[in-house]
């Protein structure tokens, strides 16, 4: 198995799904379920920082040439409200793509009343894959 192949099994478990939008503006869903809230009832913040990540790197990568990636270098986030009913739903901006980083604004919202639940702000460090032979 692939670590692309592990993380989507990962994802998939946990219940992220891309939901439509635009290769360069991807839209992430997580839905409130039993197993992704914290003890209030509302969606776990760290999931939401997860989800605005993951949003955010499908749209990073979409500004990259083949063999380019990114890595995130800095995440920010401001939580608003709850997400106790419903979806979490990820909309993102590039701010900036430069050569070297690349900055994503991520909006989540909570569906499907579409209120801003976080904020959140995303640098990515941009990197080149070798698609050379490795050394022993």
Known sequence: MTA????????DHIGFRRNGGADD??????????????????????????????????????????GGGVVTSDL??????????GAARAVTKIVHAGKR???VQVEVRSMPGDEL???????FATVEFNT???ES
């Not at 920010?76 to 009913?85: E, L, M, Q």
């Not at 639940?117 to 640098?123: G, I, K, P, Q, R």
């Open 4 to 11: 692309m192949q592990a993380i989507s099994e990962l994802l």
């Open 25 to 66: 503006s991807p839209v992430w869903e997580l839905p409130v379920a039993p197993h992704v809230v914290n003890t209030s009832g509302g969606l776990q913040g760290g999931l939401i920082a997860t989800l605005a990540d993951i949003a955010a790197g499908t749209a990073a990568l979409a500004t990259r040439p083949n």
């Open 76 to 85: 920010s986030v401001r939580y608003f409200r709850a997400i106790t009913d």
């Open 101 to 103: 980083s690349i900055v």
């Open 117 to 123: 639940a976080a904020l959140a702000t995303v640098n």
């Open 132 to 134: 050379g032979a490795t």
